[in-house]
T-cell receptor, first 111, second 111 residues
Framework: GQQLNQSPQSMFIQEGEDVSMNCTSS?????WLWYKQDPGEGPVLLIA?????ELTSNGRLTAQFGITRKDSFLNISASIPSDVGIYFC???????????FGAGTRLFVKA | EAQVTQNPRYLITVTGKKLTVTCSQN?????MSWYRQDPGLGLRQIYY???????DKGDVPEGYKVSRKEKRNFPLILESPSPNQTSLYFC??????????FGSGTRLTVV
């Protein structure tokens, strides 16, 4: 079946640093989504990408839909303590929007 | 407030005792979906629904049932729960099938 490889698994960074994480697959996706999950809560949508090559920003977050449609990355610039959490990529395929999630990147930010 | 409401938040049950986790959304969304989250595995889609009376299997449907008799409700039914269904479950809804709004989760323990 479809699988997403998300890396890195975890990151420990200093406040103010930039962060980059990515997801790759051997399968093609129609849509890429990036979510953030805080402890005890459900994931919250950060960015949605719909076209190969698309580059989209949301404040300090920037994400890109890979040109091959098999990968995506998320960058966070000038990290702050509230960026702490788990970031998930998700790829959608098929007409009914079946969704596959990556295993997540756990981000720790030291003030 | 626009939201997805799941009940209960926590549930401990015994093997084989049928249970239902309810999910309701007040955003008039067409799409709804159930996921389970296990450590190191990210979120895996159980079932999703594109509209009333239209449902389809996700990646891990075995042992689960769903129904969509009304647009706002999408209950998850475990006819005969087993310990390997111990997990954190999320319900989510979406207007068009892409970016989902998630509920706060139901932590289920089957002993």
């Amino acid at each position: 079946g479809q699988q997403l490889n998300q890396s890195p698994q975890s990151m420990f960074i200093q406040e103010g640093e930039d962060v980059s994480m990515n997801c790759t697959s051997s399968s093609i996706f129609n849509t890429w989504l990036w979510y953030k999950q805080d402890p005890g809560e459900g994931p919250v949508l950060l960015i949605a990408l719909y076209k190969a090559g698309e580059l989209t920003s949301n404040g300090r977050l920037t994400a890109q839909f890979g040109i091959t449609r098999k990968d995506s990355f998320l960058n966070i610039s000038a990290s702050i303590p509230s960026d702490v959490g788990i970031y998930f990529c998700a790829g959608q395929y098929g007409g009914g929007f079946k969704t596959i999630f990556g295993a997540g990147t756990r981000l720790f930010v030291k003030a | 407030e626009a939201q997805v409401t799941q009940n209960p938040r926590y549930l401990i049950t015994v093997t084989g005792k049928k249970l239902t986790v309810t999910c309701s959304q007040n955003m008039n969304h067409e799409y709804m979906s159930w996921y389970r989250q296990d450590p190191g595995l990210g979120l895996r889609q159980i079932y999703y629904s594109m509209n009333v009376e239209v449902t389809d299997k996700g990646d891990v449907p075995e042992g689960y049932k769903v129904s969509r008799k009304e647009k706002r409700n999408f209950p998850l039914i475990l006819e005969s729960p087993s310990p390997n269904q111990t997990s954190l479950y999320f319900c989510a809804s979406s207007p068009g099938g892409d970016g989902y709004t998630f509920g706060s989760g139901t932590r289920l323990t089957v002993v």
